[in-house]
């Protein structure tokens, strides 16, 4: 397969598999006789996207904010115990541990505190947003750095490199292509986080629609909230796609070649 096929194949695949799934759900609603309120058709969801259209797109546009709030605070903690730990064998033993009892602990049990200290609405669903987007982007900086060969920094160190200098110049750039990678993994955990607070303590939010149509029992509405979700869980996956391939795009080259060769 030639180099210009594979690009169009890789750009069109998503699409077929989307429209593949939407046909073939459409066909089992209907030949099996699905009702409506158990798996609305496609077309149903569609026609709910279409005359609610108006408070889906304000709660989308309150989960959206929530989301990158959380989102951008996670970037920047992560990043900093990131490097931390994996500049320091003493901080990785002390504070990994930590780390994963913290994101062990589920997210829907730390709501109704975070509600105690904070009340309802925007707090805690941008704190918990941030609760489920760090943790990757700290654990995937602190491998980058400690992926660093010994004998590279020993070299770096016998030139009068300091331990700022290697860190800056070697081991930060080493550590981009992990960074980017847990951006697109935390991103929509992030998503998560704040539909999980906005359903449990908030009175707005794609959470709250989802859960109000619940309990009218809407299911096409239940179904477009979770949408319009994923619909914007794959626009900001793609926003950090085109970001890691603009800084990282040595790194992910050589897996392109692979691929289009082995095609």
């Not at 209907?30 to 009702?35: E, H, K, N, P, S």
């Not at 179904?223 to 869980?233: D, N, P």
């Amino acid at each position: 397969m030639s180099p210009r096929a594979f690009r169009r194949l890789e750009t069109a695949m998503p699409w077929l598999v989307i429209v593949g799934t939407l046909l073939v759900w459409e066909l089992a609603v209907d030949l099996f006789g699905i009702r409506q309120f158990i798996l609305p058709a496609p077309t149903a969801v569609y026609a709910a996207l279409v005359q609610y259209h108006e408070p889906i797109l304000a709660s989308a546009f309150f989960t959206l904010i929530n989301t990158l709030l959380g989102f951008g605070i996670g970037i920047v903690v992560g990043l900093l115990i990131g490097i931390f730990i994996g500049s320091s064998r003493l901080a990785y033993a002390g504070l990994y541990p930590v780390l994963i009892g913290i994101n062990s602990i589920p997210k829907a049990a730390i709501v109704p505190i975070l509600v105690l200290w904070m009340g309802i609405g925007q707090p805690p669903a941008i704190t918990t947003a941030f609760l489920l987007s760090f943790f990757p982007i700290a654990v995937n900086v602190a491998t980058g750095l400690a992926t660093t060969e010994p004998e590279l920094e020993d070299v770096l160190r016998s030139l009068g490199a300091t331990r700022l200098d290697i860190l800056a110049k070697v081991g930060i750039p080493r550590s981009l292509p992990y960074f980017f990678a847990s951006l697109k993994v935390s991103i929509t955990l992030a998503f998560v986080g704040a539909v999980i607070s906005e359903t449990l303590a908030s009175n707005d939010g794609i959470g709250y629609l989802m859960l109000q149509a619940a309990s009218q029992f809407r299911t096409p509405l239940m179904f477009a909230g979770v949408t319009v979700i994923a619909a914007m869980g794959i626009a900001t996956y793609l926003v950090c796609v085109f970001i890691e391939r603009r800084f990282t795009g040595w790194a992910t080259r050589k897996q392109t070649m692979a691929a289009m060769g082995g095609g």
